[in-house]
């Protein structure tokens, strides 16, 4: 288990091909338009098509599909297997996992991957510019992360691995991310109204999006730590809310400074008052034979690079 988990380590880091050269801080942030649009026009579907067809069936439906999309897919299809590879599952379930996280409406597969992996990079370095880092004011920080992008002046290459290359369903989802969510709305329209469809689509997209950043701006700027990660230059911090509220509404991933720590566990929560309710389904699925070969945090602790604290 321990090798394997050190593999994905190196799998990982073997993903963003940096040379001498490579600079995480100069860069300008630019708009992007497709992402800024789509953003903006689920927004405005949410807000007058949501508003004029509003029902309880379309909370439901709200609800019911955040938490599929955001902890099946997100949290547990995308970050912790996709990327992380934390767990093992079958090649289905592994697609399964990443259409439900294409679903959220933040990209698809390699999307998700290449602004991790790149975020992750330019944070391990002594320093990087403030959009890797969301060490804005959290207006500007919003404006960056939801309608932008940014363009380093010398920044390094992304080399996608073969999972993703070599497999036609994922590379098909990232060609139609945007439009996996046609059929869904056919569906919510089909069997509800236009009131499901703006809230169990566009509306959920804009919560989603909104929480992923809000969650990211909070996890890198305030909140308490349990650990400290030598040599990196951004560190993360936990985000409990009230009774680990927000270990609940985002399935653990609040738990930000603990996976700064250990980046390839599957749990993220590390004690009985971090909620991390992905956790709990991958031990639930791993009772059923599901998944198997959880890695748990003393599998991946280099004793070298992190070390307890008690600040907050």
């Given at each position: 288990m321990l090798r394997r988990a050190l593999q994905a380590m190196r799998d990982i880091r073997e993903r963003i091909i940096a040379d001498e050269k490579s600079d995480a801080f100069r860069g300008r942030v630019v708009w992007h338009p497709a992402k800024s649009l789509w953003f903006s026009t689920h927004l405005l579907i949410w807000i007058f098509t949501g508003s004029l067809n509003f029902s309880f069936g379309a909370i439901i439906?709200?609800?019911?599909?955040?938490?599929l999309t955001l902890c099946g897919g997100?949290?547990?299809g995308m970050h912790r297997q996709l990327i992380h590879e934390s767990f093992d599952c079958p090649l289905w379930l592994k697609r399964f996992g990443a259409f439900l996280g294409t679903?959220?409406?933040l990209g698809g597969p390699f999307t998700l991957m290449r602004a991790h992996d790149m975020r992750d990079w330019a944070q391990r370095q002594d320093k990087c510019h403030p959009f890797f880092s969301q060490h804005s004011a959290i207006g500007l920080d919003w404006v960056w992360q939801i309608h932008a992008q940014i363009k380093l002046n010398s920044g390094p290459k992304m080399a996608y691995p073969d999972k993703l290359t070599q497999d036609p369903f994922m590379v098909w989802l990232q060609r139609t991310a945007w439009l996996q969510q046609i059929p869904l709305a056919v569906a919510l329209w089909y069997f509800g109204d236009w009131g499901w469809v703006a809230w169990g689509v566009s509306g959920r997209i804009i919560v989603s999006i909104t929480g992923h950043w809000l969650i990211g701006w909070f996890a890198h700027n305030q909140g308490p730590r349990n650990y400290q990660v030598k040599g990196h230059g951004v560190q993360g911090y936990n985000v409990p809310g009230p009774m680990a509220l927000f270990g609940f509404i985002t399935f653990g991933e609040c738990w930000h400074n603990n996976h700064h720590a250990?980046?390839?566990s599957a749990r993220i929560g590390n004690t009985v008052f971090e909620a991390d309710p992905g956790w709990w389904v991958l031990c639930a699925l791993d009772k059923v034979g599901l998944v198997q070969n959880l890695v748990t945090p003393d599998?991946?602790?280099d004793q070298h690079s992190v070390e307890a604290i008690t600040q907050t």
């Open positions: 439906v709200f609800v019911g599909l955040s938490i997100h949290s547990l679903l959220v409406g250990f980046p390839e599998q991946v602790q």
